[in-house]
């Protein structure tokens, strides 16, 4: 089932969806806004998982040990040296 409805696009947004239907790529400029309308959902829930990791990856961090700079530069060093040595480049 379908429903009628309204809607505004900007000048820039109809000109890109009528673009997409004189390349033959959609049927109409309503099938474009349906096939954008249908992206969103993914869209959304790969922000909503991106986001609940990045809540998790912070928690974690706020919640661990503190590493000072010069621990940290250490750390740094160290690898960039190990990673150097992997790829046959002198230290």
Partial sequence: MTVKSSIS????QHAFAK?????????????VVQQG???????TER????R???TLLLSRRRDGD???SDAMGTRVRRTAA???????LAD
């Fill in 19 to 31: 673009g997409l239907v004189r390349a033959g790529r959609y049927a109409s400029v309503s099938a």
């Fill in 9 to 12: 696009l900007t000048n820039e």
């Fill in 47 to 50: 922000e909503d998982t991106e």
């Fill in 52 to 54: 609940e990791a990045l």
């Fill in 37 to 43: 309308i249908e992206m969103l959902p993914r869209k």
């Fill in 82 to 88: 190990r990673k150097r040595r992997a790829h046959g």
């Fill in 66 to 68: 503190f590493i000072g």
